[in-house]
């Protein structure tokens, strides 16, 4: 897979190298969901399913929140 084409959470998960399969199997997510949210920036990440990934994978939700939004910011 094309890192360039990946989205921030594809970024994370590449970097990690986590096994998609055995996300959706832990998460119940599907793995087409799972492709989605990796390579398509239109895909939404929803709450539930960015908590349900970051425990599976072992991480803690709020770091991983924090760095997939770290470009979000207030305006002002």
Same mark, same amino acid.
């Given at each position: 897979?094309?890192?360039? /084409?990946?989205?921030?959470?594809? +970024?994370y998960?590449?970097?990690? @190298?986590?096994? =998609? %399969?055995?996300?959706?199997?832990?998460?119940?997510?599907? /793995?087409?969901?799972?492709?989605? +949210?990796?390579?398509?920036?239109? @895909?939404?990440? =929803? %709450?539930?399913?960015?908590?349900?990934?970051?425990?599976?994978?072992?991480?803690?939700?709020?770091?991983?929140?924090?760095?997939?939004?770290?470009?979000?910011s207030?305006?002002?």
């Amino acid at each position: 897979m094309n890192k360039g /084409t990946l989205t921030e959470l594809g +970024l994370y998960l590449a970097k990690r @190298s986590v096994n =998609r %399969a055995e996300v959706a199997r832990k998460t119940g997510l599907s /793995t087409y969901r799972l492709s989605q +949210l990796s390579i398509n920036p239109k @895909s939404q990440l =929803r %709450a539930d399913e960015l908590y349900l990934i970051a425990l599976a994978i072992g991480e803690d939700p709020g770091v991983m929140f924090k760095h997939l939004y770290r470009e979000v910011s207030l305006r002002g």
